[in-house]
C-alpha cells in the first residue's frame, strides 16, 4: 500500500483528532497506534502541556514521523474545518440523538466516505473527562467499541489502536455506505458558520430568553443540523434563510 | 453475557498464555486488555520478574481479579496441557510450516471451537525476542495481525487487546470453524507426551545422528504431529505404534 515518504504518493485517509490530551506519553503512544495501520493525519486539540511534548517521543516508538506532521488547533471547530464526516468516540448518551456505529461500521463508512472523495475525521476525548456535549454536538455520527459491561475501561491509545486497525483491516471489502450528496457534502467550516450565524440572529431575536437554557437549546439546534447531513449547497440556502429571517421587518 | 463472579457463571473461553513476559506493567496491561472483552483466563509461563508483581496492579486499573486468578506455569508444554487448539501470535515463519489466520478468522474459529466443547488457547510471546521455534512449533495456527508493511510494531498489550476484541465482537457471528473430530481433539498434554515419547524412541535408536540437527529435526517432527490435529484415540493408536517400533527384534 502506498502511504507517504520518498517518492510515494500519500492516500487520503481518515484523520484522527485528540481532544485536549493530557499525557504527552498518550499522544506518542496514539501515534504508534495509528501508524501500525497506515493512518498519519493527526490533529491535537490545545493539548494540556503544549507542543510538541518531550513525553511523546519515547512511547511513539518510532512513529516520531506521525508527531512531527502533527497539527495543532484551538478549538475542534478548527480542528475538523476541512473535514466532511466527523465520528466522536464516546458511549452512547441520550441527550445526544446521533447514529451510533461500532468501529467495523464506521471503518467501512469511512472507505465508503473517501471513495466519494469525502474527508472523515474521528475524534477522541481526553482521558479522563471524555468528550464534551459541545464536542460531540459537531459529530455526525458516535463511535461506540461494544465492550465488556461489567468493565468497560478503554484507554486512549487502545480505542485508537482498535479505530485504526478496523480501518486498516477492512480497506479490501466493498464499502456499502454513500453518502446522501453526490455533488459533496459541506465542509464542518461552511456547518459551522451557518450554526453561528444561525445563533446570532437567535441572540439578536431574544430566541434564547433564559441563560441556562441557551447551551442545551444551542446544541439541539446543532444536532439537528449535524443529522441532516448537508450539502454544501444546501448549507448555502440555510444561509439565506437565516440571513432573510434575521432581518427585521424595516430593513 | 455471562462472565463470573457472584451469582454468575463462568462461560467457556479462550485461555491467554503470556510466555516469559518481561514486565509486570506489560501483564497489567494486557490483563485490562481482556476483561474489557470478558477473557478471564489469563497463564503466565515463567515471568521473569517472578508473580506476583507489584508492576502489573497499577496498569490493570480494575482488572486486578484477572491477575488474582492468574496461573503461572514453568514451561509452554504445561500451560497448554489442558487446551486441544493452540494459536501462536507472531508474524509468519517459512520455517514453521502452520497455518496462518487473522484475527478475525482466529475469533471465528475460536467460537466455533468452544462450540464443540474444545478448549482454545492463543500464546503472546515476550516482549523483544518474541517467540522461539519451540514455542511456534506447539501451536496448531500462527496468528498474524495485518499490519503496515512499513511500520509494523505491536506491543504485547497491543496485541492482546486487538485478539480479545475480535473474540468479543464475533461472538453472535456463526462460526464456520469445526474441528476434524465431532469425538475429541487431543489435548496438549496427550499430544507433547506423544512427541517426547517418539524422540526418546528415536534417541535410543540413534535417529538424530547429528548433534547439530536434533532440534531442527525433532521441531519438523513435532509440527508435522501438530498439524494432523489428532483425536485422542488418534494419539492412542501412534503411541501403540511408538511402543512396537521401539521395541528391539529381541524383545
Chains 1, 2 share one sequence.
Not at 188 to 201: A, P, Q, R, T
Not at 232 to 241: A, D
Request: aromatic share 6%; with cysteine.
Amino acid at each position: 500500500m502506498e502511504l507517504f515518504g520518498a517518492g510515494r504518493i500519500k492516500m487520503a485517509q481518515p484523520a484522527i483528532i485528540l481532544i485536549r490530551p493530557q499525557l504527552g506519553e498518550n499522544i506518542g503512544k496514539a501515534a504508534r497506534a495509528m501508524l501500525n495501520f497506515g493512518l498519519t493525519d493527526l490533529r491535537l486539540v490545545a493539548p494540556r502541556d503544549g507542543w510538541p511534548n518531550p513525553d511523546a517521543g519515547p512511547t511513539a516508538a518510532g512513529a516520531g514521523v506521525v508527531l512531527d506532521k502533527a497539527r495543532i488547533f484551538s478549538t475542534v471547530e478548527e480542528a475538523i474545518a476541512d473535514c466532511t464526516h466527523v465520528y466522536a468516540t464516546t458511549v452512547r448518551n441520550r441527550d445526544m440523538p446521533k447514529p451510533v456505529a461500532t468501529p467495523h461500521e464506521v471503518a467501512l463508512q469511512m472507505h465508503g466516505l473517501i471513495a466519494a472523495g469525502e474527508r472523515p475525521a474521528v475524534m477522541f476525548g481526553p482521558e479522563r473527562s471524555g468528550m464534551t456535549n459541545d464536542d460531540i454536538a459537531l459529530a455526525d455520527t458516535v463511535l461506540t467499541v461494544p465492550i465488556n459491561p461489567d468493565y468497560g475501561s478503554l484507554n486512549l491509545a487502545q480505542a485508537v489502536i482498535l479505530v485504526s486497525y478496523e480501518y486498516f483491516q477492512s480497506k479490501n471489502e466493498t464499502p456499502a455506505y454513500q453518502p446522501a450528496h453526490d455533488d459533496g457534502l459541506s465542509s464542518k467550516k461552511e456547518l459551522v458558520d451557518l450554526m453561528e450565524h444561525l445563533e446570532s440572529v437567535l441572540d439578536s431575536k431574544g430566541f434564547f430568553r433564559s441563560p441556562g437554557r441557551r447551551d442545551p437549546q444551542r446544541r439541539t439546534l446543532r444536532n439537528l443540523l449535524q443529522n441532516a447531513e448537508l450539502s454544501s449547497q444546501e448549507v448555502m440556502t440555510l444561509r439565506g434563510v437565516v440571513k432573510s429571517l434575521g432581518r427585521n421587518g424595516a430593513d
